[in-house]
């Protein structure tokens, strides 16, 4: 996943509550399953209406990596094409209010960071949005800075704060904190077990019944 440490971007208002991962990425839609070009299937049902631009196909959000949103978003269905969705977009940040509690999680899985936040907090990140005014997300100082000079601290997990940070997944992660103790255990099997390993000459074998099988 990309890493995500600081980013200065305009931010796409969307200040309806209660949006869904319906509204977000259309049920009909779930049978696909690559991530790359799955953007364009976002809001599907809004951004089809030639009459009523949609705000991330109107410049000059449509290249906001930042989305203000209104309450309870990405409520409904626990998909994680909702995520995929947006990530394809661009968008690495959506603040809120409040989140869809499955939405929320998947975001962290998905290098998306939600984030939470108050009044009057939130009335001046809508304000800013809404003025086109950049605005500044420093993820490792947990701080979001305004034109205005404003800043606003913000919570994250640390866990997963270090995981969007270091651009690593929840396998990623495990394998960063976990290295020494798989290692460990490998060796520990190839002793214990050793018809479970196969060495580099049955690994050829099978390679070469592969090759055969072409």
């Excluded at 809001?43 to 949103?69: G, M, Q, S, Y």
């Excluded at 990530?87 to 809120?96: F, K, M, P, Q, T």
């Excluded at 701080?143 to 270090?162: A, N, Y």
Aim: proline share 6%.
């Amino acid at each position: 996943m990309e890493k995500l440490t600081t980013l200065t971007s305009l931010a796409a208002p969307l200040l309806e509550s209660n949006i869904d991962t319906d509204v977000i990425f259309p049920a009909r839609f779930l049978l696909m399953l690559e991530r790359e070009g799955i953007g364009q299937y976002a809001f599907h049902e809004r951004r089809k209406h030639p009459d009523t631009p949609f705000i991330l196909d109107t410049p000059p959000f449509d290249n906001a990596r930042i989305l203000v949103v209104g309450a309870n978003f990405g409520t409904g269905s626990s998909r994680e094409h909702a995520v995929w969705a947006l990530a394809d977009l661009g968008i690495r940040y959506v603040i809120a209010p409040s989140f869809g509690e499955i939405f929320h999680a998947n975001c962290f899985k998905n290098g998306v960071l939600p984030i939470t936040l108050e009044d009057p907090h939130m009335t001046a990140l809508e304000a800013a949005a809404s003025a086109m005014e950049p605005i500044t997300i420093d993820l490792p100082e947990q701080t979001i800075r305004l034109q205005s000079g404003t800043e606003i601290e913000f919570h994250v997990d640390t866990h997963r704060k270090q995981a969007l940070v270091g651009g690593l997944d929840e396998i990623g992660m495990i394998l960063a904190e976990d290295r020494d103790v798989i290692d460990a255990f490998e060796a520990s099997r190839s002793d214990e077990e050793p018809w479970l390993t196969l060495d580099e000459q049955h690994l050829a074998y099978l390679e070469t019944k592969q090759r055969q099988k072409k």
